[in-house]
């Protein structure tokens, strides 16, 4: 006699899915995308966090730019919450490619972007360059602190006055893109941070824009 039989499930989008059944345990083929959803849409309901099915691509988009942001914010800190923004971004990367999502970054490519965003500046800079650290206040990129050239006057390092850096806006599907510009303030704080201010509004919803690498290695 077989072993293997088979039921019909109704998934939370109405669905109904073709589950198999060996040994009394059941098993959901893992190419069925709606029953995946609704899996995930479970967990974070476990969470106290209610989302539909429209609703989960944005929402773990989300959960990456905040772990990328507070992992650029913390990063020196070696203890258990760098560690946790580390693996968080893997998961949600791989949760995403799992469900056809478009791709987050993980934590090597944040800092990889980090780093572009860099020398990007840099290239700007006629004369000798110093680094110095940075901090966003206020907007998309508020908290982040990252390492930006300055150029060295007096044996000192005066970062620009105006710092540009990727956003994007509205559905997740079909974003709006543009940058947000950050203006210095007159002097560092005491622990040495320059800190900047959105100098124009952005959209409501605007969010970072941390790219990941395509195929043929650009930032997509």
Same mark, same amino acid.
């Given at each position: 006699m077989s072993t293997e039989d088979t039921e019909q499930v109704?998934?939370?989008?109405?669905?109904? #899915?073709?589950?198999? #059944?060996?040994? $009394?345990?059941?098993?959901?083929?893992?190419? !069925?995308r709606a029953h995946s959803v609704d899996t995930v849409i479970d967990a974070f309901a476990r969470g106290g966090t209610l989302l539909d099915a429209e609703s989960v691509d944005s929402y773990l988009a989300g959960i990456a730019d905040k772990a990328a942001c507070s992992l650029l914010r913390d990063r020196w800190r070696d203890d258990f919450p760098v560690a946790a923004y580390g693996e968080l971004l893997c998961t949600v990367a791989a949760l995403r490619g799992l469900l056809g999502y478009s791709p987050t970054p993980t934590a090597v490519e944040v800092f990889d972007w980090a780093r572009q965003q860099k020398e990007k500046t840099a290239a700007a800079i006629d004369g000798p360059v110093e680094d110095v650290v940075v901090q966003f206040v206020n907007g998309p /990129?508020?908290?982040?602190?990252l390492t930006y050239p300055g150029e060295a006057i007096h044996s000192q390092a005066h970062p620009a006055g105006l710092i540009t850096v990727p956003i994007e806006w509205? !559905?997740?599907?079909?974003? $709006?893109? $543009?940058?947000a510009r950050y203006e210095r303030g007159?002097?560092?704080?005491?622990?040495?941070?320059?800190? /900047?201010?959105?100098?124009?509004?952005?959209?409501? !919803?605007?969010?970072?824009?941390?790219? #990941?690498? !395509?195929r043929k290695g650009g930032r997509a």
């Open positions: 109704v998934t939370a989008s109405g669905q109904h #899915v073709r589950t198999f #059944v060996r040994s $009394g345990l059941p098993h959901t083929p893992i190419w !069925d /990129y508020r908290g982040v602190i509205g !559905d997740d599907t079909a974003p $709006g893109r $543009g940058e007159n002097e560092p704080t005491s622990e040495g941070l320059w800190r /900047y201010r959105l100098v124009e509004d952005v959209p409501e !919803d605007a969010r970072p824009h941390i790219t #990941v690498p !395509d």
